[in-house]
């Protein structure tokens, strides 16, 4: 996790994120907006700490100015093989966010050994970008990548990616109410251990039954979501681990307080009944002006 300095809306990127919201105003003071980030970022920090999940912080840096430093899911992915990926970013003040000291952090805090980098990072040069596990949602047990074609989703990268990863990949075209494409997959997909959350509805009808039948046929359970609770942040969660001296290892679903609003109760239950724990936490002001989760919040690191 990136603990942000200078949080914000980022004008570059609320061209394809239609989650980003300034404000009922559309104003909102800078100063106060970033510190309740911050205060936001270090409430969720320090529950998951609480919970066993070992997490590591690194500060960002004072410059250049990175509104979106919270999220960095979208340049860097860490295997378990030791295979530590780099993403070109769609928008050029995010490309700053890729910072080397951050993975030394990681292979310090964690005993996470580097043995490879795959660095996607000149895709920018041409125009074509991925960004990460917001791009890229992950099946780590089947071997399968789930995308959705966006500005900010690449094809060609997308493959090479999964060429590069040993991942089977499925690409499908997805867009809103409007029938504005969805930036990330993460934000209408999450693939757990049992279960799966997807917006159906916005997936592409030629792309449906082929996205739904390749869930289902991995084993998982599918849990449908609308486009009311999709913009609550409802597909945007993630599985993570944690150990305990009387229960062992256990499995938490993050989630924001949002998305745990938004969600009908009987999905809820469902969600709660395939994990050990679920951790729903407040980060209000990160989502609106942000446009990003609790998810986007988190770089998994995957030891051997």
Not at 173 to 196: C, F, Q, W
């Amino acid at each position: 996790m990136v603990r942000p300095k200078h949080f914000g809306y980022n004008a570059q990127t609320a061209g394809t994120n239609r989650f980003q919201r300034q404000g009922p105003d559309g104003r909102a003071n800078a100063a106060d907006v970033a510190q309740q980030a911050l205060r936001e970022f270090d409430a969720f920090a320090a529950a998951l700490a609480a919970e066993g999940v070992t997490v590591c912080v690194v500060p960002d840096s004072d410059t250049p100015r990175k509104p979106d430093a919270v999220f960095p899911n979208n340049w860097v992915s860490f295997h378990a093989d030791g295979t530590v990926v780099l993403y070109p970013m769609h928008a050029e003040n995010r490309r700053a966010e890729r910072r080397p000291e951050i993975i030394d952090a990681v292979v310090r805090d964690t005993g996470y050994q580097v043995r490879r980098t795959l660095d996607l990072t000149r895709h920018e040069k041409e125009g074509r970008f991925l960004e990460g596990t917001g791009s890229l949602v992950l099946d780590h047990r089947a071997r399968i990548a789930y995308a959705c074609r966006s500005p900010r989703t690449d094809e060609s990268v997308a493959r090479e990616w999964a060429r590069e990863m040993g991942f089977e990949l499925e690409l499908f075209d997805a867009t809103d109410e409007s029938g504005t494409p969805i930036y990330h997959t993460n934000v209408l997909m999450y693939v757990g251990t049992r279960v799966a959350v997807v917006n159906v509805d916005a997936i592409a009808p030629a792309d449906r039954a082929r996205v739904s039948g390749r869930l289902v046929g991995t084993g998982l359970d599918v849990i449908a979501i609308d486009h009311a609770e999709m913009r609550a942040f409802a597909g945007n969660m993630l599985e993570v681990g944690s150990w305990d001296e009387y229960l062992g290892d256990f499995t938490i679903l993050v989630m924001s307080e949002t998305a745990r609003h938004a969600l009908a109760t009987r999905k809820y239950a469902r969600l709660y009944s395939s994990v050990d724990a679920v951790l729903a936490l407040p980060i209000d002001v990160i989502e609106r002006h942000g446009g990003g989760g609790v998810r986007c919040m988190l770089a998994e690191i995957f030891l051997p």
